[in-house]
């Protein structure tokens, strides 16, 4: 059975710095693509983040360019959103996607004072 693992989300003033991590269960981070997602109440899933399956193209989120920086880390296994100056706009429940249709549960990421 495949899936991820999310894990760092919490409680972060503006202006601060969270990392989260996702742990693939049953593949390899090298695998396939794959993407950071975030969602608020109401809104659709946005896409934050990806990585090409060689681990070479990145992009972001116009939202999070600049902020945001998406790594991965192949002897851990494990997938990274290093995310710096964070503003109460990143309030969301943040999810790791592989392919189409493997997610994590998510890790809620709250910014507030």
């Known amino acids: 059975q495949v899936q991820l693992v999310e894990s760092g989300g919490g409680l972060v003033q503006p202006g601060g710095s969270l990392r989260l991590s996702c742990a693939p269960i049953g593949f390899t981070v090298r695998a396939y693509s794959m993407r950071w997602y975030r969602q608020t109440p109401g809104k659709e899933r946005e896409l934050v983040a990806s990585?090409?399956?060689?681990?070479?193209?990145?992009n972001y989120a116009d939202s999070v360019k600049g902020r945001f920086t998406l790594s991965r880390d192949n002897d851990k296994n494990l997938l990274y959103l290093q995310m710096d100056n964070l503003t109460p706009e990143d309030t969301a429940v943040y999810y790791c996607?592989?392919?189409?249709?493997?997610w994590g549960q998510g890790t809620q990421v709250t910014v507030s004072s």
């Open positions: 996607n592989a392919l189409s249709h493997i």
């Open positions: 990585i090409d399956v060689h681990g070479i193209s990145i």
